[in-house]
């Protein structure tokens, strides 16, 4: 089986953000980290090729800028074969549209049977990638899935959202997104950092994809940062704490 | 004036799908398009809505029918009618259905917008709240999920016109539903549509009796950090926080947690912040609006007999 395991790169969690004049995240201020819910996908993908059968692979790919390269070899350090790195200044300021074009073309390129996706990004939370690939591929949707399991060509998941728990199975191939309680994921191991050093990572241009530079269809009008907050009040508990609270919420009408 | 299209789904009205329509209805018509197994409850609803038209989808079993079914057509009637704008609830179902309509319809969308005015420019609170942006599609439809608690609902009488839709030939084939339970449906509201929730930290060492009973007596949703999960104390659908849900209700009430960036990425946008605690220096009280430095059991239980 061949799975691509697409992944992001994105500002440190515990970071301050900033934005920059342009209207889009100042990425160059801060630390950037492999996006921490793909790493859930990659654990999925390598317990599901664990007994590696003959031909068994499974590539990372990751549109971004040069420094992307940092979160594919954590990638591969964890024991992804190989990378594909998306990498064109015409990239700068996509949004989703143009993001899951660029995916689905890459996608297309290799001959995979399963493609793995994070259930967010942690910069843009917006959870629209795994859907909006699907859609392009026409592969079926499996998204925000607890449990995996594939028998033959049939995948079966568990989606777990705030609407309930559903199970569902499709065709392979498909596109799969996990929630953060699937796997533990693995500590890359030292001999796994030090073979990730010569893993291939194949840099492709839109042009590679057959793609053609595009316009991002939203565009940011203003951005402010958030005005401090005027410091509330702050108690000690005096034993009248609880009756403060009820007060307090009182006074808000809150209850 | 501009068409704007909104989604119902379910059995019933929900408060996100009553603010779709207030929302929709400052930038233009309203048409409520209704996906349900039984679309009676919602379609009598819109009448209390600024719901100018309905379309009623038949010819799909909601229930056993994957979300592509219905972001199909979605798109198809999108596509057909041309409009402004589609709104949808900022949940992951609806993120997705939105998502995917965006694709067929080559059209820009931005998601979890908080405010949209009648140039539908949508307002989004970025980076756990540190930051407002304002933006604007720019390229076919507006689609725009929207978070819920974010406006007043204000019942008016419509008098919809009705339309139904044949969707039968758009049901998704790729995937089958084998087993469906929706979240309970308890009698303490979701974290998702509750106007307070009370959460629970490390500092309750599992111990969520007096949570549970205040957040009862005040109707809340109970919500908590993610050690408490990870400790196995509490189930995963009711964390809080950047791996977890993002709520903003109009209060929070965080116990004995101690306010990580992680966490607060999950409820920043909360209108009233209430913490307790007893590190007085815990980060929660930089942005608590009421900060209670305590133990707190002790604070609750006051609370509860304060409340009783
Ligand atoms: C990538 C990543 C993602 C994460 N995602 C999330 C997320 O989605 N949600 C989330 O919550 N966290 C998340 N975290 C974890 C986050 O960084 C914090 O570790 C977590 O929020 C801390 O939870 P806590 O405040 O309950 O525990 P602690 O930080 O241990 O704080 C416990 C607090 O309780 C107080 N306390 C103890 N006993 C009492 C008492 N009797 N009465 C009153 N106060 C008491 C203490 O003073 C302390 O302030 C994430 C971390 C990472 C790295
Ligand atoms: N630039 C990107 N390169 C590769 N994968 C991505 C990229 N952006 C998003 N993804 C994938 O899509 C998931 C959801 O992202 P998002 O829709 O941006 O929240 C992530 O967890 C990744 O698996």
New binding site residues.
């Given amino acids: 089986m061949k799975i691509a ?4 790169q994105v500002p440190d969690s515990w970071a301050e953000k900033k934005m920059g004049s342009d209207g889009l995240l100042d990425r160059a201020g801060v630390d950037a980290v492999l ?1 921490d ?2 790493e859930y ?1 990659i654990e999925t993908a390598l317990q599901l090729v664990e007994a590696r059968a003959a031909g068994d692979t499974v590539t990372a ?4 800028p040069e420094r992307t390269t940092d979160a594919i070899r954590k990638a591969l350090s964890m024991g992804v074969d190989g990378a594909v790195h ?1 990498c064109d200044d015409a990239l700068a300021g996509s949004d ?1 549209l143009a ?1 899951s074009k660029v ?1 689905a073309a890459a996608i297309s390129q290799g001959e995979f049977d399963l493609v793995l ?5 942690t910069d ?7 859907a909006m ?1 699907s859609e392009r591929l026409d592969w079926p949707q499996l998204t925000f899935a607890s449990e995996v399991v594939i028998q033959d060509s049939t995948i079966h998941i568990t989606r777990s959202t705030e609407s309930g728990v559903d199970r569902m199975n499709a065709q392979l191939p498909a596109v799969v ?1 996990v929630v953060e309680k699937i796997f533990e994921p693995r500590y890359p191991s030292f001999k796994g950092i030090m073979a990730a050093k010569k893993k291939e990572i194949a840099m492709k241009s839109l042009s590679d994809l057959g793609l053609t530079p595009m316009d991002a269809w939203t565009k940011v009008l203003t951005s402010t940062p958030k005005p401090p907050k005027a410091a509330g009040v702050k108690i000690v508990d005096d034993g009248s704490g609880g009756e403060k609270l009820v007060a307090f919420l009182k006074e808000r009408k809150l209850i | 004036m501009s068409q704007i299209f909104i989604l119902l789904e379910g059995d019933e009205l929900s408060s996100a799908g009553a603010e779709l329509a207030i929302f929709g209805s400052r930038a233009g018509s309203v048409t409520a398009v209704i996906c349900s197994n039984n679309p009676e409850a919602l379609v009598a609803s819109a009448a209390t809505l600024p719901v100018e038209r309905v379309i009623v989808l038949t010819g799909i079993d909601f229930a056993k029918s994957s979300l592509r079914s219905v972001s199909s057509v979605l798109a198809e009637l999108v596509k057909r009618d041309s409009p402004a704008a589609l709104l949808v609830a900022s949940s992951a179902r609806g993120k997705e259905i939105a998502a995917r309509v965006a694709v067929r319809t080559e059209s820009g969308i931005v998601t979890d917008a908080i405010d949209v005015n009648a140039a539908l420019e949508a307002t989004q609170s970025i980076f756990g709240g540190s930051y407002t942006v304002s933006s604007r599609v720019t390229h076919g439809t507006s689609i725009v999920t929207m978070r819920s608690h974010c406006v007043e609902v204000t019942t008016t009488t419509s008098s919809p016109a009705v339309e139904y839709f044949d969707g039968a030939g758009y049901v998704d084939t790729q995937v089958t539903i084998t087993s469906s339970e929706p979240a309970q449906k308890s009698a303490r509201p979701s974290l998702a549509e509750a106007s307070i929730v009370v959460s629970g930290g490390r500092g309750t060492d599992g111990k969520f009796e007096l949570i549970e009973e205040f957040a009862d007596l005040i109707g809340a949703a109970v919500g908590a950090s993610r050690p408490v999960i990870d400790s196995g104390w509490y189930p995963h659908a009711y964390q809080v926080g950047q791996t977890g849900k993002t709520v903003s209700p109009q209060c929070y009430i965080a116990c004995g947690i101690s306010g990580a960036i992680q966490h607060k990425a999950g409820m920043q946008t909360a209108k009233t912040i209430i913490a307790i605690n007893k590190d007085p220096e815990a980060p929660f009280f930089e942005i608590a609006d009421f900060g209670i430095v305590g133990d707190l059991f002790t604070v609750l239980q006051s609370a509860i007999a304060a409340l009783k």
């Fill in positions: 395991v697409l992944i992001k996006n819910n793909d996908a790919i990751s549109m971004g998306i989703a993001t995916l996706c994070g259930m967010e990004a843009s939370r917006m959870g629209v990638i795994p690939v997104s």
